[in-house]
């Protein structure tokens, strides 16, 4: 490690990547920095490897899968380790990260016949002389570009449902955490010797670029909104699909009759957890005006007990420490008050958390995603004024109700893709429910029944069986036939309800 490298920050080296610890600067792992070509071939050899992959069937696929799932389980501490020495990122909590990710693998591998296999479709009267059939085709060769927040959850969800589905993969890690990402990869390769059907390309956002463009038939991204939207205009040249999980500003709201003790513990852990660079961390909280007081007390107390370098790792991508810091200096600024941290929490490459409160609705700490462990609590008349406050930001993507008797018809009435109801985060962990979010949060979905179909064509098949009882797609047609035709149509369809 030379003398001039600064810690985290992803150095690029005679050819190569190489990424470093956020508090060390010790060198976590250097990889060979790909441009166009490499990309290019490495999609190449994905679709020949693709082919192959398809050709295994469900069952194939997931006994591999499984195979996979069960090296992760068996060296979940060496990962969590090699995701610490990259990220800084406590160990307990690179090891929650993997669980989650090994159960979405095994999720995928086990449902994805049942969600994706050829189905009978049962045919309508008008053409009873069809028989339809439905089955879903994999894309063929699908790009992933993962954050560096969550290297191992994050990227395993696309990864074991793009495989499950039979499709080959091109991963692009995050230039923070190039060495997690080439572990997924590497380990694959260990239960999936014959083929390359799981790569992956390092470099930054120019190797995402050209990977966008390398002729891939889908791509997923995970990260900002506003990379989000470059990675949309470059798949826009060709045409290729997308899913896209955005950035957030996940609102948590307090109802009159919660547990506030609870309330208080999951607002700790959903705006804290990974020292706040969270997608769907919790970032705002709005109290109703009888539990204000007693929930901020409560929330305090509990933050306050956390111990960075321990509780609390470090900010992982050092430019993100000016973001947060310049989010408390304008909430401050405005009229907010630190109840809890404030600037001096701002202590690089670490945040110590932050509780703010009076911050003004338009400040950034409010509108724009802080990726750190801050949390803006605000007091409202009641449930309608936290629902219209949380809902107006153009984010959409999770959030918390805590409450009791209108706790769920709160949660149904929050523009985001994902709400948790008394608890934080957990649809994240749920392998069978959805995960995404809506506006400036991105769309599609990852994880669940409907994740699995991101990555598979539906894929439509009629096949006659008789003669048309209605000639009605034929220039043979009589206008007897017509007419029955129309007679026909008014017996089924006349009735008003």
Known sequence: ???????????????????TNPVTGAEAGRFPAADADAVAENVRRAREAGAWWAALGFDGRRTRLLRWRAVLADRIEELAELTHAETGKPIADAVVEASAGIEHTDWAARNARRVLGPRRVRSRLLLAEHAGHLEYRPYGVVGVIGPWNYPILTPLGPLSGALAAGNAVVLKPSEYTPAVGQWLVDTFGEVVPEQPVLQAVHGAGDVGAALCRSGVDKMVFVGSTATAKKVLAACAENLVPATIEAGGKDALIVDADADLDAAAEAAVWGAMTNAGQTCIGIERAYAVAPVYDAFVDAVVTRAARLTVGEDIGPITMPGQIETIRRHIADALAHGGRAVLGGADAVQPPYVAPTVLV??????AAIREETFGPTLTITRVADADEAVRRANALRYGLGGAVFGKADAVRIARRMHTGMVAVNSTLTFVGMANLPFGGVGDSGFGRIHGDDGLREFARP??????????????????????????????LRFLFNRRP
């Open 1 to 19: 490690m030379t003398a001039t490298r600064t810690p985290g920050l992803p150095v690029f080296e005679n050819g190569f990547l190489i990424s």
């Open 459 to 488: 894929k439509s098949v009629t096949v006659r069986r008789g003669p048309s009882l209605l000639p009605a797609m034929t220039f043979e047609r009589t206008p007897a036939q017509v007419r029955r035709i129309i007679r026909t």
């Open 358 to 363: 009076d911050v003004p609705e338009e400040s």
